[in-house]
């Protein structure tokens, strides 16, 4: 008996309770997602070594620079599928799907072998400390021969998304998350196997939850078909190509951004890095609220945007916009305050412990700001407007973030406090980048429907 798949309608009905409906799953989704990373960590932090500690920190930086190109690509197909609701135009989408498996199967197969040729050269570059060189190599060695699973989980979430359901990833990446707690129990803690069992773990976790998701997948009653003939290299990869491509973009050059931070702070010493692992840890989990924003922004937008409803789309932003920024606050408050707390979770290092809290009372106001801009981003996409989204986050990486945190790496009293307000710093750069564009969009929009209306 097939289940039947309902497609989200957000061109009717109050904004608040449907963009919450929608961003609840999709952030329940990021937050099951954050602990893949986290458990492993903590795994390694507590039944493995400072070492082990350091080279999943490092490790895991360099995987979530390819998952997040690879995300930045599938929101392309999210806005196109979106799009493509909102005109009537389901019977399009068969041919989406089709040129989708085509092209992120043939990426993922680039990615694997370099990931797995290269994983020691990636290690040094990214100055991993001499103890943790080996292990940091490993870890990405084993993650890259897993690589297409980690590509068909977000290329199957992004479809859903597209469809307005964010429900069926929410199950797909919960699914994963109890497969990695237990293989992270098993692989380190009984078997203490330290930095590859972790990277085993997550690998197996997310193979799992891909067989599961095509299974349960079989089951929904879908509102398009794809038949074999559609599965071939077609012109809507281009459609969803040009606009996914500044989104991975911005998402290689931003993530390249932070691999330099992180190869910053590993040449200020083991403690340093681990502890500064450990903070980054945490920072995924307060960046869920963002982006989970931005996400459900861009399906929400683009959707309003087929049907021709532009003021819906910019009261959606504000709602967006408020939404975070009331439970960034209460992020904030704690993160600066009682970082040492959520630090201690994943180690029982005092040294790391104080690294990790010293980073996050400079990373801190990060919580409301980002809430504010990813609003922006999101409803920027929406209208497909990614080529401006990339460019203003490459002019924050590149004028604020990297520099800022160059410079105060390198001081003779280097404060991993100050190397974590670069964040923040860069983000309110970036607001007012957007802040100025929405007002030139919007007027440039107006000309527009007048010279329409003149025609």
Known sequence: MKEKQSVGNFTEGNIFPKLLRFMIPVFGALVLQAMYGAVDLLMVGWFGTTAG???????????????????????????????????????RIGNVIGGVVCFFFSIAVVLSVVLMLFAAQIAALMQAPAEALELTALYVRICGGGIVFVIAYNVISSIFRGLGNSRLPLIFVAIACVTNIIGDFVFVALMHMNVAGAALATILAQAVSVVLSLIIIRRQDLPFTVKRSQIRFNQEIRNFVIIGAPIALQEFLTNLSFLALCAFINRLGLDASSGYGVANKIVVFIMLVPSSLMQSMASFVAQNVGAGLEMRSRKAMACGMGIGAFVGVFITYFSFFHGDMLAAVFTNEPAVI???????????????????????????????RTFFVMMQGLAQSFIVRLPMSYLMSIRPDASLTMIGLAAPSATVFGICINALYFVYYIRRMKQKSVLDEAE
Do not use: D, K, W
């Open 53 to 91: 500690i350091s080279a999943v920190s490092t490790g895991s930086n360099i995987i979530n620079l390819v998952t997040f190109v690879v995300s930045g690509l599938t929101m392309g197909v999210t806005v196109l599928i979106s799009r493509y609701i909102g005109e009537r135009s389901e019977q």
């Open 354 to 384: 104080a690294r990790a809290a010293e980073y996050l009372r400079g990373f801190a106001p990060e919580a409301v700001v980002t809430s504010v801009l990813f609003s922006f981003m999101g409803y920027f996409n929406g209208h497909s």
